[in-house]
Every structure is written in structure tokens, then in C-alpha cells.
């Protein structure tokens, strides 16, 4: 955007990267992603998505956190011990990779989610070092990106919020399941209640120039 008289201004100079803010990837694996165990329809979409904001982070020497889901083999949430999900991102098996169109930068700090038998964990935080983390980065401000949009990313960014982070959902950088047709855009309003915002990939960068 310009002004009258020639200059340059951001689009937003709010999304305009400090050092306080952080890259949030959620559950980027092989088992999420077409063709895996819970794959995801469109998943492998925001995978470029995810590469630009790599970039960007990486550009401004900003921390990339990058959530997983790595679960032991009976894990409760899988069929066969009762629960709702194919089994999916076993600990230490293929499946639970990361895809191999992400490239993560080594200094990624990598949180595990769901690594015991019981509970389950969608939220990136429940039962992890993840608000440690977040606060001894001195992180105040989290960029969210990944999948699914219905379960992790959604109780993810409801307790980044409930933690007092400012929540900034790159939305064509999230996919749902949509188990039920519509679950990913009311996933989408329960983020904006809890006071998360929506941008997209091009806002940060045309803050970002
Ligand atoms: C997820 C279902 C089961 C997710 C994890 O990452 O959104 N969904 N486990
Ligand atoms: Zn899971």
C-alpha cells in the first residue's frame, strides 16, 4: 500500500514480526497428510503454505515450535482399544514422521503430544513443556499453522488463548477432517470467540516486506 506521496506502508503493522513471536506447527506428519493412516483431504495443500512461513521465521531469526502426535501402539484413542481414530502416528514408525516436504530447520524445538497409553492430547500443551517453553522463549505472540484445524489446531490455539498468548491462525495453512460436514468452520468461529485472529500467509508477508 502507498500513500500519496510515495510511501511505503504495511498492509498491517500489527503483523509485523518482533521478538516476541513464534511459528507454531501442528502435527505436520506423514500420518496426517493424503495417503497416511488419518490423512487429512487437502493436507498436503498447506505445505507450501508452511515452507513460506518457514522462511519468513527463519529470515527474521524467529523460534519455530513444531507440535507432534506420538502415540505408543495401544494407544487409547485408536480402534482397537475403544476410541475414535484409526491407529495413527505411532511413536518411532513412519507414520508419525514429519512429511517429507516439510523442511524443518534443525533448531525446531519439537513437543510430543499423547505419548502415554492415556489420555489423549489434541492441545499441543496438555501434558507437555510446551508453556515452558513458549515462556522461556519469551514468546508472547504464536503464528498457527497445520492440522487438523476440527481437533489440534483448534484445542491448541483455545489454550494458547486461555494462556494468555496472542493467537494469529494462518488460515490457508490449516486443513480439517470435517468428520461432520461443517466441523472445520465452527472450529473456525470457536477460535475467533476464544479471540484468536485470522490472517493469511500473504498479510505477514505484505507486513513483512
Ligand atoms: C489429531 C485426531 C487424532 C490432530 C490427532 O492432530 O488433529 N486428530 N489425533
Ligand atoms: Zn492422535
Request: aromatic share 6%; glycine share 10%; net charge negative.
Amino acid at each position: 500500500m502507498y500513500t500519496t506521496d510515495g510511501l511505503h506502508l504495511s498492509n498491517n503493522d500489527a503483523l509485523r514480526l518482533n521478538d516476541q513471536d513464534a511459528l507454531l506447527l501442528i502435527d505436520l506428519q506423514r500420518d496426517f497428510l493424503p495417503g497416511g493412516a488419518l490423512g487429512v483431504a487437502g493436507g498436503d495443500r498447506v505445505l507450501p503454505v508452511v515452507s513460506d512461513l518457514i522462511a519468513l521465521f527463519t529470515a527474521r531469526k524467529r523460534p519455530i515450535v513444531a507440535t507432534r502426535d506420538w502415540h505408543p501402539p495401544k494407544h487409547c484413542s485408536f480402534r482397537p482399544q475403544g476410541g475414535p481414530w484409526p491407529p495413527h502416528c505411532i511413536q518411532n514408525t513412519p507414520g508419525a514422521g514429519w512429511s517429507p516436504e516439510l523442511n524443518l530447520p534443525p533448531s525446531t524445538l519439537i513437543v510430543s503430544k499423547g505419548s502415554a497409553i492415556s489420555p489423549d492430547a489434541y492441545s499441543g500443551f496438555q501434558g507437555t513443556d510446551l508453556g515452558q517453553k513458549l515462556h522461556s522463549l519469551n514468546c508472547r505472540r504464536l503464528f498457527v499453522a497445520g492440522l487438523a484445524t476440527d481437533y489440534c489446531v483448534l484445542q491448541t490455539v483455545l489454550d494458547a488463548r486461555q494462556l494468555g498468548f496472542d493467537v494469529q491462525v494462518v488460515e490457508d495453512a490449516i486443513r480439517a477432517v470435517d468428520v461432520n460436514p461443517g466441523d472445520g468452520i465452527r472450529a473456525l468461529d470457536r477460535m475467533l470467540d476464544a479471540g484468536a485472529e485470522l490472517i493469511t500467509l500473504q498479510d505477514l508477508i505484505d507486513a513483512n516486506p
